[in-house]
């Protein structure tokens, strides 16, 4: 267990940020995180530990009772960054056609149509939906669905990108094409990706650095770094791949099991 | 047969079953047309009063429409502003409420005293139909996806773009739900109007004919003009049926077929 070095900038850092709801629910206690630009994190923790609730804070789309966020460059910072979110579920607009829903971030900043539709069907193609530009959501099967929210969230092309549990709803061989393509998308466009996850095997697979949060109220338990010799077609098989996830289950499991005192 | 012709081919299989069923009664009981007039003299009085008749359901589709029409943009622009000022929401919800739970019946005679009658009419008409199209409208600007609002704040939308771009094509199913009823009751509170106008003896509309042929016995008259009420208020009701699934065709659940 090793951690990350830090080398890059931070483009976003959560210092000592709670979260207690109108309900009394103490969702985050005391959360500090940072993410680098340019990395992929994955923040892994068990169900209703606070992930969606800290990635939403981050965006700023809630509030944190306690503690704070800062953006490099503050809050204007945060906007020129430009952020992209992929929610759990595909989140589309179903009265309008997939090139529209790709569209809509690009209308809200003002583009126009015609400025924008090479880029609509530039990240159609790359997420490989070009042919369904005119279909509508309902047309479309649960992994295409979130192909096109995630195209939404690329078509700005965002420096920042976060994700929560994309693809936790869909079959293993869409979800292991996803994850494919997104690593590759990573690479290309050097975002830098938080993912929220609760799947250990999806965050080994895709993340460079792992946050392993505790149960509810979530706090950070411990980072991994997670570094092998190559990502090639056989990382998945590997023994080297075998043995990252069981050192990432193995702190989770501590992880669940430590019940600090809040 | 397929679903679509049993569809149509029970109900009218129901309807030639009482038509039969009431000739037979009246022939058999050998009733004068004052009491119950068969269905022979129903349709030619129909055709030999048709210019009359006409005349005035014109009238009262005139009044329906103008009311309908009214209906819709105060339904809609009610629960768009309730939707943008909570305040404006918690001050004149309650009297929309009152409004619609008040008897319409009740409110048209006192409407008359102070309104002249096309417009007495015509309120009448607006207020039965437009609590429908408000309710319904109001409940879809709420039912918005959180996380699409959250999307468009993230984007940094102003309020005239999430209401023109998230909310108000979010809340068309059930705004096309709400009109789809309010169609049909601006036809009713069109009628109770004219129907309490009759009574102070002045008036044009179909409800209007219908009542003062009661008064002066003209009963095949009456069932006529009933009949050509109850056929108008059916076409309003398929017409804007088909016309709300022509708008939701391609995306909502209620309007599509499922292809399986
Ligand atoms: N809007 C809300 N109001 C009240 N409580 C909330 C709200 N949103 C979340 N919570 C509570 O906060 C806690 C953390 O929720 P959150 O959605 O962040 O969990 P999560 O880690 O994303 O879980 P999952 O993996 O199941 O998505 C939960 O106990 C939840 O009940
Ligand atoms: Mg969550």
């Known amino acids: 267990m090793s951690v990350s070095p830090a080398s890059q900038e931070p483009i976003v850092t959560l210092r000592g940020v709670g979260k207690t709801f109108g309900s009394g629910t103490v969702a985050l206690d005391h959360l500090d995180l940072s993410v680098k630009g340019g990395e992929f994190l994955a923040v892994l923790g068990p169900s209703g530990c606070g992930k969606s609730t800290a990635l939403r804070i981050m965006a700023g789309l809630a509030e944190p009772s306690r503690g704070t966020v800062a953006w490099a460059g503050g809050d204007d910072g945060r906007r020129a960054h430009g952020i992209g979110f992929v929610f759990q579920e595909p989140t589309l607009m179903p009265w309008a056609t997939v090139a529209a829903n790709v569209y809509l971030p690009l209308k809200l900043a003002g583009t126009g149509w015609d400025a924008a539709a090479p880029r609509v069907s530039e990240t159609l193609a790359r997420v490989g939906l070009s042919e369904f530009a005119n279909a509508y959501p309902r047309e479309l099967s649960g992994g295409m669905k979130m192909r096109v929210s995630i195209a939404r969230a690329l078509v700005t092309a965002p420096r920042v990108l976060l994700m929560d549990e994309p693809f936790a709803a869909l079959d293993e061989i869409t979800r292991f094409k996803l994850n494919d393509d997104l690593r590759t998308l990573w690479r290309e466009l050097g975002t830098t990706i938080v993912f929220v996850t609760h799947s250990v095997f999806e965050s080994v697979y895709l993340a460079e650095r792992i946050v392993v949060m505790t149960q509810r109220p979530g706090r950070v338990f411990t980072e991994l770094a997670i570094d092998p010799a190559g990502r090639d077609a056989g990382f998945r098989t590997s023994a080297e791949y075998a043995s990252l996830c069981r050192m990432t289950s193995d702190a989770l499991s501590q992880a669940m099991n430590a019940r600090t005192a809040a | 047969m397929s ?258």
């Not at chain 2, 339904?75 to 929401?89: C, D, H, K, P, T």
């Not at chain 2, 169609?183 to 209007?208: H, K, Q, T």
Request: charge should be neutral; hydrophobic fraction near 55%; aromatic fraction near 8%.
């Open chain 2, 3 to 260: 679903e679509r012709a049993i569809r149509i081919a029970l109900p009218l299989a129901v309807l030639a079953l009482g038509v039969l069923a009431w000739d037979v009664v009246v022939r058999i009981n050998e009733m004068p047309p004052y009491i119950l007039p068969g269905p022979e003299l129903v349709l030619t009085t129909l055709i030999d009063d048709w210019p009359v008749l006409w005349r005035s359901l014109l009238a009262t589709l005139t009044t329906t429409l103008e009311g309908f029409a009214l209906a819709m943009a105060g339904g809609v622009g009610l629960a768009v502003l309730f939707n943008q000022s909570r305040w404006i929401e918690l001050s004149l919800y309650p009297y929309a409420i009152i409004l619609q739970v008040t008897p319409v019946v009740a409110i048209a005679p006192l409407l008359l005293i102070y309104l002249s009658q096309e417009a007495a009419v015509l309120a009448c008409a607006w207020i039965v139909a437009f609590f429908p199209v408000l309710a319904n409208t109001t409940l879809g600007l709420k039912s918005v996806d959180h996380n699409l609002t959250d999307l468009f704040r993230l984007y940094g939308a102003s309020r005239a773009r999430v209401l023109w771009e998230l909310k108000l094509p979010a809340a068309l199913p059930s705004m096309l739900a709400g009109i789809r009823i309010a169609g049909g009751l601006s036809l009713v509170g069109a009628v109770v109007a004219e129907i309490a106008a009759g009574a102070s003896g002045a008036g044009s509309g179909l409800a209007y004919r219908i009542a003062e042929s009661g008064y002066r016995l003209m009963i095949p008259r009456m069932f006529a003009g009933l009949l050509l009420l109850s056929v108008t208020g059916i076409a309003i009701f398929f017409l804007l049926s088909w016309l709300s699934d022509l708008a939701l065709r391609r995306w909502h659940e209620s309007a599509v077929t499922r292809e399986t």
